[in-house]
């Protein structure tokens, strides 16, 4: 039940949105290339962060450098 505090959670690193060019989602709705995001939340494939709507959302770590 971790992502229902999400918003209140400590960062654990910044990224940098690096591309939004994805294969199958669109993602340059929430996503802006060469914005940085605090992400909440990481797996071996993916970044949860607070993306442009205001929501944490899942992305793929492709889109993404770690700064």
């Not at 940098?16 to 290339?33: F, G, M, P, Q, S």
């Amino acid at each position: 039940m971790i992502h229902l505090d999400w918003h209140g959670r400590e960062t654990i690193k910044k990224v940098k949105c690096v591309h939004t060019d994805a294969k199958k989602y669109v993602v340059n709705r929430v996503l802006t290339e060469g914005k940085s995001y605090d992400v909440k939340n990481e797996t071996e494939e993916f970044y949860f962060l607070i993306d442009n709507s205001g929501k944490v959302g899942g992305y793929y770590k492709e889109y993404f450098e770690v700064i």
